[in-house]
């Protein structure tokens, strides 16, 4: 696992069930909030959840990225709108619908296949939420 690497222990109870808009974002880092665990960086799958979340953090009087850093997975141009800004991991959405579509005519033509697995790059876009 990736975490073992950076010497970060695991514990379930730090990772939050996924959120994708921005009142789960929010209800989700109100609940990590109570427990009172010490932290000091955010991961979300969409921008409108890290912002929820981001939300909630600042009306417990954390500051971003001083206190907090952000960071999230896709990097719309929501990302760039919003004060400090936040700091993405980029896919290659186009790749991405390539490859989908390739293996989809694939399996049309060919009928059943075996699974392929493919890993495309993202670049991590670093601004000023951390």
Same mark, same amino acid.
């Given at each position: ?17 996924? =959120? ?13 909030? /109570? ?6 960086? +955010?991961? #979300?799958?969409?921008?409108?959840? +890290?912002? #929820? ?10 500051? *971003?990225?001083?206190?907090? =850093?952000?960071?999230?997975?896709? #990097?719309?141009?929501? =990302? ?7 700091? +993405?991991?980029?896919?290659? *959405? ?16 060919? #009928? ?6 493919? =890993?495309?790059?993202? /670049?991590? +876009? *670093?601004?000023?939420?951390?």
């Amino acid at each position: 696992m990736r975490w073992k690497k950076f010497h970060i222990e695991y514990q379930a109870q730090d990772v939050l069930s996924p =959120a994708l808009s921005a009142e789960e974002g929010s209800w989700v880092m109100e609940r990590f909030l /109570e427990k009172n665990v010490p932290f000091d960086a +955010v991961f #979300g799958f969409t921008e409108t959840a +890290v912002l #929820g979340a981001k939300s909630a953090i600042q009306k417990r009087g954390l500051r *971003i990225p001083e206190d907090v =850093a952000l960071c999230c997975m896709s #990097g719309t141009a929501l =990302a760039t709108l919003v004060h400090p800004q936040l700091t +993405v991991v980029e896919q290659p *959405i186009e790749k991405m619908a390539q490859e989908s579509c390739r293996l989809l005519l694939e399996h049309i033509a060919d #009928g059943y296949r075996r699974i392929e697995e493919i =890993a495309l790059r993202g /670049e991590t +876009v *670093i601004r000023e939420s951390t």
